[in-house]
C-alpha cells in the first residue's frame, strides 16, 4: 500500500538554525498538509498546500515557515531560524481530493537545542 | 469546523468489541465524520469515514445516529495492538485541514 515518507526521522538543530524537513506525498494525491504534534500536545495544523500555492494555513505558521513543492513528488517544509519551541514532532499528510481521507507519514522528531 | 466530543479513555478486554463514542451535536449537512488513530508517537492512521450512511472497512465500523448527532466507532475485535489514542473530526469534504482534539485513549487489555 503507498504510503508518505518522511526524512529524516530525527534531526537535531542548534536554535538559530536553518531546518528543512522533508516529505514524498502518495504519487497520485494533490492536496499537502504539515501539521505538528508539541510532546505531550495535540495535533495541530500549520499548513496546507495545493496546485503549487498555499491553500490554508494557521496562526503557528508565521514568516519563519516556508513550504516548497520543488519537484514532482518532494514537499518540504523550511523554518528559516529556529526557537527552542520548534521542538515537536512534524508530520506530513497529503490526499487525493475531496473527500478522500488524509495519510499521514510517521512524522520527523524535530529537537532544537 | 463542528466540534467534537469523546471520554478521555476507555478500556476493552482482548478479544471483545470496542465502541467509541463521540458527540458532534453542532455538525452541519455537508460535513463528514473521521476517525483517526494514533499509536504512541506515530503519524496518525486515517480509519474510516462517513456522511450519514454507517460504513464499514476492514479495520472498523462506522455507526451514525439518524440526526448525525453522535457516532460510535466499533472495532469488532480489540487487540492489543489496538491500544491508542482515537480521534473523531468532522470537516467538510474538500481538501482542507483537520482539527485534532484531545481523543480518547483506548486501553485493549489481556
Known amino acids: 500500500e503507498p504510503e508518505v515518507t518522511q526524512t529524516p526521522s530525527h534531526q537535531v538543530t542548534q536554535m538559530g538554525q536553518e531546518v528543512i524537513l522533508r516529505c514524498v506525498p502518495i504519487s497520485n494525491h494533490l492536496y499537502f498538509y504539515w501539521y505538528r504534534q508539541i510532546l505531550g500536545q495535540k495535533v495541530e495544523f500549520l499548513v496546507s498546500?495545493?496546485?503549487?500555492?498555499?491553500?490554508?494555513k494557521s496562526e503557528i505558521f508565521d514568516d519563519q515557515f516556508s513550504v516548497e513543492r520543488p519537484d514532482g513528488s518532494n514537499f518540504t517544509l523550511k523554518i528559516r531560524s529556529t526557537k527552542l519551541e520548534d521542538s515537536a514532532m512534524y508530520f506530513c499528510?497529503?490526499?487525493?481530493?475531496?473527500?478522500?481521507?488524509?495519510?499521514f507519514g510517521d512524522g520527523t522528531r524535530l529537537s532544537i537545542l | 469546523d463542528a466540534k467534537t466530543t469523546q471520554p478521555p479513555s476507555m478500556d476493552c478486554a482482548e478479544g471483545r468489541a470496542a465502541n467509541l463514542p463521540c458527540n458532534h451535536s453542532t455538525i452541519s449537512g455537508n460535513e463528514y465524520v473521521y476517525w483517526y488513530r494514533q499509536i504512541h508517537s506515530q503519524g496518525p492512521q486515517y480509519i474510516i469515514h462517513?456522511?450519514?450512511n454507517n460504513e464499514t472497512n476492514e479495520m472498523a465500523s462506522l455507526i451514525i445516529t439518524e440526526d448525525r448527532k453522535s457516532s460510535t466507532l466499533i472495532l469488532p475485535h480489540a487487540t492489543l495492538r489496538d491500544t491508542a489514542v482515537y480521534y473523531c473530526i468532522v470537516r467538510v469534504g474538500y481538501g482542507n485541514k483537520l482539527v485534532f482534539g484531545a481523543g480518547t485513549i483506548l486501553r485493549v487489555k489481556s
Open positions: 498546500f495545493y496546485n503549487n500555492e498555499i491553500s490554508e
Open positions: 499528510a497529503s490526499n487525493a481530493g475531496e473527500n478522500q481521507p488524509q495519510h
Open positions: 462517513g456522511l450519514k
